[in-house]
């Protein structure tokens, strides 16, 4: 299948040719047609799996015709970066018609978006917070929307935006076309679009779980290790990009602190940090000048960088929802990823929790050569069980890149990897430093394009 069997604009096919788009991924082939029939939809699929363009599309459509320079759609999101992702995705798709998106958030001024606003646009892309605020001045008017979508419904629920949301219904007409998009669909959001939602088709890829070319694993460790022994893992892992979640927004500025002494390229992601800085780090992430990034659940949404290899919960998250969607950051799009979690004897009851939901045990593992003092990792029989998307729970992708560099004596596979790694020594294309460890080398990159 491919996007012309849609039936599309023609413009807007030749921005998915641009952008490098070729096969719909499984959300747009079941969603693209419904959302085009002017449905409402609950769709429900995986982080990374295209969810962006499943909406987008339909939308750009829709608004190719009619009246321009007032707002038309109105997409809701949870973080100012996923807003920002989903705007990337409106301008890239609609590169070549006439309409036009605009971001609105806080912690940024406020004029840049009224003057936006004033100059007309057709796509809103809002976070709660400031789209209120806009609304309660009159700077924007969300009379003419025609369709609204409410993207990680569930994330918005956990952040304290229900409320709001219901505020913000009362804005927009009645007669309109609701979608709403997730990974996860807890009861009171599920409740919340059984009130909004007419006769919706729902849309489902699989069950709401991390992506199967994700293998998982356990790093049983004392709190008070946890940096030592990420120092350690780093030193010994073969990894790409790698994205590292901490439960605060202080821990993850120290262990970015702590990562850059030791020769790293990375910095840190959280919420004290200023919208302009945010911004900086996740394109410096994306674009190669770091190689790892050091976040709280905030880039758990919204951070499309196609290429981490690991995840790495330094601290375990809150709830299973949480881990899917820190987990989703890898293996998307198809590609392979690894997830590792370091773990405390008290996160055993959410440990359980999250198994239920990959419908498999999750492998123990201790760390060769590190010293664990008093401590005594508790790992699980020998016989582990098969994780989903890897051929040998035994032998993880990483292990088996590796093996492959023990033998090769540490020389990568390509002339494209020794060349990127040659401009990684010496500091190219980056903040200058070198690591000085294999753990942060960085891997040959595949030519895939985003999918949103």
Request: aromatic share 6%; charged share 25%.
């Amino acid at each position: 299948m491919n996007f012309k069997q849609f039936s599309l604009d023609s413009r807007l096919l030749r921005a998915v040719d641009a952008v490098g788009y070729t096969t719909p991924t499984p959300i747009q082939q079941q969603a693209i047609p419904v959302v085009l029939e002017g449905r409402d939809v609950m769709g429900l699929a995986q982080t990374g799996t295209g969810k962006t363009a499943a909406f987008m599309l339909p939308i750009l459509q829709r608004l190719t015709r009619g009246p321009l320079r007032r707002p038309r759609a109105l997409i809701v999101a949870p973080t100012r970066e996923l807003a920002e992702q989903i705007h990337e995705a409106a301008v890239d798709f609609g590169r070549f018609t006439k309409v036009r998106s605009v971001t609105v958030y806080g912690g940024v001024g406020k004029r840049p978006q009224v003057t936006a606003l004033q100059r007309g646009v057709e796509i809103v892309v809002a976070c709660p917070g400031r789209l209120l605020d806009l609304i309660g001045d009159g700077s924007i008017d969300l009379s003419h929307i025609e369709v609204l979508v409410l993207d990680e419904a569930d994330r918005m629920c956990d952040m304290g935006f229900l409320p709001d949301i219901r505020r913000i219904l009362k804005h927009v007409p009645q007669r309109r076309q609701t979608l709403f998009f997730s990974a996860t669909m807890p009861p009171d959001i599920r409740a919340l679009s059984d009130s909004i939602l007419h006769n919706p088709v729902t849309v489902q890829v699989d069950i709401i779980a991390p992506a199967k070319t994700v293998s998982h694993a356990l790093y049983p460790v004392s709190q008070k290790a946890k940096t030592k022994f990420l120092l350690a893992m780093l030193d010994q892992t073969p990894t790409g990009r790698v994205l590292v979640f901490t439960r605060t927004k202080r821990r993850a500025r120290f262990l970015a602190r702590d990562l850059e002494k030791k020769g790293y390229r990375v910095t840190a992601l959280q919420g004290n940090m200023a919208q302009t800085r945010r911004q900086k780090a996740i394109n410096g992430f994306r674009d190669g000048k770091y190689d790892i990034l050091v976040a709280t659940d905030i880039a758990a949404r919204g951070i499309d960088v196609s290429e981490i290899s690991h995840v790495i919960n330094f601290d375990m998250p809150d709830t299973v929802d949480a881990y899917t969607h820190r987990i989703g950051r890898t293996g998307r799009a198809h590609q392979t990823g690894e997830a590792y979690t370091f773990a405390l004897p008290t996160d055993e009851a959410l440990v359980r929790d999250i198994e239920k939901v990959l419908g498999a045990r999750i492998e123990r593992r201790r760390l060769d050569g590190f010293d664990y003092g008093e401590f005594r990792p508790v790992l699980q029989p020998s016989r582990h069980p098969r994780q989903p998307g890897a051929k040998n729970s035994k032998q993880s992708p990483s292990q088996q890149n590796s093996r492959q560099r023990n033998r090769s004596g540490g020389k990568p596979n390509s002339n494209r990897g020794s060349s990127q790694r040659k401009r990684y020594r010496q500091g190219d294309g980056g903040s200058g430093k070198s690591s000085g460890t294999s753990g942060s080398r960085r891997q040959n990159r595949s030519p895939q394009g985003r999918q949103g």
